[in-house]
């Protein structure tokens, strides 16, 4: 009989102090930081793809592919863990992401891929870390933390990649 009651019990705490929700759904800086994260990463999935077509130096292509790859699983993550939640991601992006994504489409080949390393690799990833940071690890929602601290590692090593591509390319 006290089996049920320990289990039971941080959730009662939890719910005290307002980190549960009866409906289990995100407060609402959790679904801020969702609903940024889940635009973050569709944009950078996004303009890798264009990146990846477009890029003149082999290295900056594999850069765009690889972000690819780990964002689409980041966001599928995210998508799964919202949904445990009932909560909806952005079927659209905002209207500045998306016009980012078409500058790189209308970008000449000359100068995609130091733009693309510098915005997306450097600038864009240095907000991605902040986002994470400043909310994901304060996140009331215990799951979202647990996503939050697991993705801040690749979001830095993705930035660390860029700088060091960016110094490997011919000016």
């Given at each position: 009989m006290n089996k049920p009651i320990r289990f039971l019990a941080p959730l009662?705490?939890?719910g005290a102090f307002g980190v549960a929700h009866a409906d289990g759904a995100f407060d609402r800086g959790d679904q801020r930081f969702v609903t940024n994260?889940?635009?973050?990463g569709v944009y950078e999935v996004q303009a890798a793809q264009v990146v990846a077509k477009k890029?003149?130096?082999?290295?900056v292509k594999a850069y765009a592919e690889m972000l690819m790859k780990d964002h689409e699983k980041t966001n599928e993550v995210l998508k799964q863990l919202?949904?445990?939640?009932?909560?909806?991601l952005p079927r659209e992006l905002p209207h500045d992401l998306r016009?980012?994504?078409?500058?790189?489409?209308?970008?000449?080949?000359?100068?995609i891929d130091r733009d693309f390393l510098q915005r997306?690799?450097?600038?864009?990833?240095?907000?991605?870390?902040?986002?994470?940071?400043?909310?994901?690890?304060?996140?009331?929602?215990p799951d979202l933390r647990?996503?939050?601290?697991?993705?801040?590692?690749?979001?830095?090593?993705?930035?660390?990649h860029a700088q060091k591509?960016?110094?490997?390319?011919?000016?």
């Open positions: 009662l705490l939890a994260a889940a635009n973050a890029a003149r130096d082999p290295k919202a949904a445990t939640r009932s909560m909806r016009g980012r994504v078409q500058g790189l489409e209308r970008q000449s080949a000359d100068k997306v690799g450097l600038d864009d990833h240095a907000k991605d870390i902040e986002l994470f940071e400043r909310e994901g690890l304060k996140a009331t929602d647990a996503f939050a601290e697991k993705t801040l590692p690749a979001l830095r090593e993705h930035r660390e591509l960016m110094g490997s390319l011919s000016p």
